[in-house]
């Protein structure tokens, strides 16, 4: 079987040292990321994205919380603003607003998760994705948040999708694509089954499985021995992903499997 699309990286040998090399030196063309999520029992994903996209060089970063958590966010985010919160303590509908004046302010926005289980936020984060026409990156439980709207995240241009092989699995059947995804499905067989679903729609998808992280987009796909599934779970792929992006937009594999690197 034909398997040019697929690249394999490993630590020792990373496939495009040029993107490492590339990265903006001075902050103000270091591009800036909105980070939405959070909900009254947590912030600990935004937490981290904050943290984590600062570390890695991006040159600005705002985040977008729940204003039930105004006073509960370390001193360490330092630019965040507030949006009305539902019953349930997540984003209520009139936060669409706020949303898309961060969306209007940045040049990628990351929904990393923790939003709670709100239908009404479910109902906002669908209505911010239909209109928002930038770089975009899922992850966590904000793809769970957006289950009902699978077609809009595949069909949608400039999607980045860091998710789990459970919620890789039912995005496909969401979407009715002609092959079934399991857990016991040999890595070559995922890494064909991405590369055909990313050539169908415009979506990224960064998945891990059997000790491997898959990146595809556009029928190209690279793959990197990974052991550590917590940086997936806890924001840090994604993150890290969503600042290489922001510095090479028409590079989705390539910046990805960069920022998996470092």
Known sequence: MDFSYWKKQTIEAPL??????S???????AGKLGIIGGNKLGFAGVA??????LGTGTGNIR???PDVLRKTIPPTITDAVFGPTNPSGSLNKDALDEMNAMSAWADAVLLIGDAGRSSETAILYEQFIEKYEGQLILTR???DLVKNSAELLVERPKTVL??????????FQSVYYPKVLTFSMQ?????EAVHKFTITYPVTIVVLHKDHLVIASGGDVVSQYWENPMMIWRGTVAAKAASYWLWNPS???EAIASSIHT
């Open 141 to 143: 439980d904000a793809i």
């Open 63 to 65: 985040v977008l919380l």
């Open 162 to 171: 860091v998710a789990s092989f459970a919620q890789l699995q039912k995005l």
């Open 251 to 253: 590079k989705p594999v």
């Open 23 to 29: 990265k903006p030196e001075r902050k103000s063309m």
């Open 16 to 21: 495009y040292p040029d993107i490492e090399w």
């Open 187 to 191: 890595l070559t067989n995922l890494v």
């Open 48 to 53: 981290e994205a904050y943290s984590v996209a």
